[in-house]
């Protein structure tokens, strides 16, 4: 498993950006596809971005896309999720999850968008979007 670490959570006002980051240790991070969650207090965790380890490929729900981006810096082992016109709905814990694909290069650009196919987890960033 690979050690993931989020940063950059906050208070904000609607229509605002943020940007988390996730950094990942412990393990060759390209050789991860990365993901992306959150979870609202009472609700499930749901997938809000996913890419590949070659970071060409991406993922995004219809409740994210257009205004989330997610990218990677491999060299860096980073992965940002940049969140511009936040909404009150997108408050929620969000988390940054690993899953080891190898180095196949068949399975470089896989996005994985279910929770249960990531086995390693961050500690969570609460981000708060107020109306």
């Known amino acids: 498993q690979v050690l993931l670490v989020e940063s950059g959570g906050g208070l904000v006002q609607a229509g605002s950006s943020l940007s988390l980051s996730c950094a990942a240790s412990?393990?060759?991070?390209?050789?991860?596809?990365m993901g992306w969650f959150r979870q609202a207090p009472g609700g499930d965790r749901h997938i809000v971005a996913a890419?590949?380890?070659?970071?060409?490929?991406?993922y995004y729900p219809d409740s994210t896309k257009g205004r989330f981006t997610i990218s990677r810096d491999n060299a860096k082992s980073t992965v940002y999720l940049q969140m511009n016109s936040l909404k009150p709905e997108d408050t929620a814990v969000y988390y940054c999850?690993?899953?080891?694909?190898?180095?196949?290069?068949?399975?470089?650009?896989?996005?994985?968008?279910?929770?249960?196919?990531?086995?390693?987890w961050g500690q969570g960033t609460q981000v708060t979007v107020s109306s």
């Open positions: 999850a690993a899953e080891f694909t190898g180095s196949d290069p068949a399975l470089a650009d896989m996005t994985l968008r279910a929770s249960h196919e990531y086995d390693s």
């Open positions: 412990g393990r060759t991070s390209s050789d991860y596809a």
């Open positions: 890419i590949g380890r070659s970071g060409l490929y991406t």
